[in-house]
């Protein structure tokens, strides 16, 4: 059973555009909510996270949108840079299980020059 | 150093030889994970240790596989008699304190049985 549903699973976005990516979950105790950036031969990296008191935080062309109600929360980097080219990883985590991430399966995002 | 640091980066071995793989966590860091992650896939959680606590062990995907922790240092994956199924890259990651939620990776083991 995945606890986090990560879609879709590879997208392609041309430079400039926005890249969308979405993760739901059925848990409603989890209350940390990460993304991680991920390059080939590279280990993943923090990207972004939310906590479900807020709706959205924005940090530079990265923005993650959280909907409580609806256990839904989802990526959105804005202006796509070929740069931005990579795996993408959601993930969430509660103190109940001591704090341990449940990883989505990942988005390899490709943003055409 | 900075990161967390594993070896060796690459591992190249026979089928049914046994293997070792190293984490050195990021120093402080008491909280240390390994995960697999097959080509083009998705992060498997495999084991978990905090602190002086029982590790979770639940990710482990057969009694072939096993892991130890010296108190809040390096930390041994070792998998045995190794089949071919087990290629893939096993990445370590550590987190400053218990119940923190951000862990940092390293850069991984590439492991392949042939």
């Known amino acids: 059973q995945q606890q986090v549903k990560q879609s879709p699973q590879s997208l392609i976005v041309q430079k400039g555009g926005i890249s969308i990516i979405n993760c739901a979950y059925e848990?409603?105790?989890?209350?940390?909510f990460p993304w991680y950036q991920q390059f080939p031969g590279k280990g993943p990296a923090l990207l972004i996270a939310?906590?479900?008191d807020v709706s959205e935080k924005k940090e530079g062309r990265f923005t993650i949108s959280f909907n409580k109600s609806a256990k839904q929360f989802s990526l959105h980097i804005m202006d796509s840079q070929p740069g931005d080219s990579a795996t993408y990883f959601c993930?969430?985590?509660?103190?109940?299980?001591?704090?341990?991430?449940?990883w989505g399966l990942g988005t390899s995002l490709a943003v055409n020059p | 150093g900075a990161g967390v640091s594993q070896s060796p980066s690459n591992k190249v071995t026979e089928k049914g030889k046994d293997v070792e793989l190293r984490c050195d966590p990021i120093?402080?860091?008491?909280?240390l994970y390994w995960y697999r992650q097959r080509l083009g896939q998705g992060l498997e959680f495999l084991i978990y240790?905090?602190?002086?606590?029982?590790?979770?062990k639940s990710g482990l995907p057969s009694d072939r596989f096993s892991a130890e922790r010296t108190g809040e240092s390096v930390s041994t994956l070792t998998i045995q008699r190794t089949q071919q199924e087990d290629s893939a890259v096993y990445l370590c990651?550590?987190?400053?304190?218990?119940?923190?939620?951000?862990?940092?990776f390293g850069e991984g083991s590439w492991l392949t049985v042939v």
């Open positions: 993930a969430a985590s509660h103190a109940g299980n001591n704090r341990k991430l449940i």
């Open positions: 848990n409603t105790a989890f209350d940390y």
């Open positions: 939310i906590r479900p």
């Open positions: 120093s402080g860091h008491t909280a």
């Open positions: 990651a550590s987190s400053p304190n218990w119940g923190v939620d951000t862990i940092y």
């Open positions: 240790f905090q602190g002086n606590s029982a590790p979770d």
